[in-house]
T-cell receptor, first 115, second 110 residues
Framework: DTGVSQNPRHKITKRGQNVTFRCDPI?????LYWYRQTLGQGPEFLTY????????KSRLLSDRFSAERPKGSFSTLEIQRTEQGDSAMYLC?????????????FGQGTRLTVV | DAKTTQPPSMDCAEGRAANLPCNHS???????VYWYRQIHSQGPQYIIH???NNETNEMASLIITEDRKSSTLILPHATLRDTAVYYC???????????FGTGTRLTIIP
């Protein structure tokens, strides 16, 4: 499968614990995005990377959230001291920027439940 | 990015054309119209995009009005697998993020 891969698919954690999600983008895609989706809502942008550089962060990304893409390939999203409000689907997407029209390919997401 | 308005839900009979409307009355000249869909428990999937002209690909057709204030996504022969939430997104060139609304939940009826 050459699509965007996210692991784990599901994560249940206790409030206050730290969690880390991984995203493997489509090979050679230079842009990588993280979105969050809560029940009944559309995905909300969190942050994106151009290769290894993090170029934009939403104000939704509080200081408990950190994302990295160390070698410009896979990315991790860490949430520290999780809260019940962090329960959501976390989606990763990647794209190859070749002009004005960028098609983003999404993974299947990691569903986080904080209990 | 311009705000979009979509009906919350629609039904369509299997085999018929599904026509999904989207209003984007505040769209500006350099903003594109994108359509994505999200099948239950999956990530969003790109369908089509356009600027001014009508567009067609293997999945759908996009009809944009001459004043660009609204558009319609057409699935020519809907199947049960087309049941999903469809998002209409307006995005200007250079903006990396997609701003999703709540979309239209399309149900294909056998």
């Amino acid at each position: 499968d050459t699509g965007v891969s996210q692991n784990p698919r599901h994560k249940i954690t206790k409030r206050g614990q730290n969690v880390t999600f991984r995203c493997d983008p489509i090979s050679e895609h230079n842009r990588l995005y993280w979105y969050r989706q809560t029940l009944g809502q559309g995905p909300e942008f969190l942050t994106y990377f151009q290769n290894e550089a993090q170029l934009e962060k939403s104000r939704l990304l509080s200081d408990r959230f950190s994302a990295e893409r160390p070698k410009g390939s896979f990315s991790t999203l860490e949430i520290q001291r999780t809260e019940q409000g962090d329960s959501a689907m976390y989606l990763c997407a990647s794209s190859l920027v070749q002009g004005p029209n960028t098609e983003a390919f999404f993974g299947q997401g990691t569903r986080l439940t904080v209990v | 990015d311009a705000k979009t308005t979509q009906p919350p839900s629609m039904d369509c009979a299997e085999g018929r054309a599904a026509n999904l409307p989207c209003n984007h009355s505040t769209i500006s000249g350099n903003e594109y119209v994108y359509w994505y869909r999200q099948i239950h428990s999956q990530g969003p999937q790109y369908i089509i995009h356009g600027l001014k002209n009508n567009e067609t690909n293997e999945m759908a057709s996009l009809i944009i009005t001459e004043d660009r204030k609204s558009s319609t996504l057409i699935l020519p022969h809907a199947t049960l697998r087309d049941t999903a939430v469809y998002y209409c997104i307006v995005r200007y060139f250079g903006n990396e993020k997609l701003t999703f609304g709540t979309g239209t939940r399309l149900t294909i009826i056998p």
